[in-house]
């Protein structure tokens, strides 16, 4: 609830510290939650500070109520200026020299440049689905060899002449 009007606060996040458990609480403020004695409970809610308790280890029973008081949190923004409306010349000159955005086949062809699709694969993380896909698979390939040992590249013909080559080509050959 409010510090200052004592009102019951909804949509408060409730999320037990260091574990992937909480709730929220309902349209009065109230919410039920299973912990242990000892854990961190941290109450979060947009314009509200948020606060952290600790379970009491010396609690008689099995149920615990609380009254979680929370304080406003007060954000500065900084100073905004108004300025006039230009006048028609500014807007046309500003209109005229505006730089217009690619059409989407520009963007298309920049998007599918190698470079670009290389530095994209490399920083963006995977989807859902990605994730999900590659799952399956290692675990379908788990599942293949389940009960027995996976086979060693030392029994493959074609490892075997890879490796011939290089060693015909010296890449095997310390470098002076």
Do not use: C
């Not at 019951?8 to 909480?22: A, C, F, I, P, T």
């Not at 004695?37 to 280890?57: R, Y």
């Not at 955005?101 to 298309?108: F, G, H, K």
């Amino acid at each position: 609830m409010t510090a200052d009007s004592l009102k019951g606060l909804e949509s408060v996040s409730v999320v037990v510290k260091g574990q992937n458990r909480g709730t929220i609480t309902n349209n009065k403020g109230v919410f039920s939650i299973v912990v242990l004695k000892g854990d961190a409970v941290v109450f979060t809610s947009i314009g509200f500070k948020p606060k952290t308790i600790t379970i009491p280890s010396n609690l008689e029973g099995n149920q615990h109520s609380i009254i979680q008081l929370m304080v406003n949190d007060t954000v500065y923004l900084p100073a905004t200026i108004i300025k006039a409306r230009p006048s028609r010349v500014q807007f046309e000159r500003d209109f005229l020299n505006a730089e217009m955005p690619d059409d989407y086949i520009t963007v298309a062809r920049k998007n599918n440049n190698e470079a670009t699709r290389k530095l994209l694969v490399a920083n963006l993380p995977t989807d859902g689905r990605e994730n999900s896909s590659n799952y399956l698979r290692q675990t379908a390939n788990k599942a293949y060899y389940a009960g027995q040992a996976p086979p060693m590249n030392i029994f493959n013909p074609f490892a075997w002449a890879e490796f011939i080559k290089a060693w015909k080509r010296g890449d095997y050959k310390s470098k002076k």
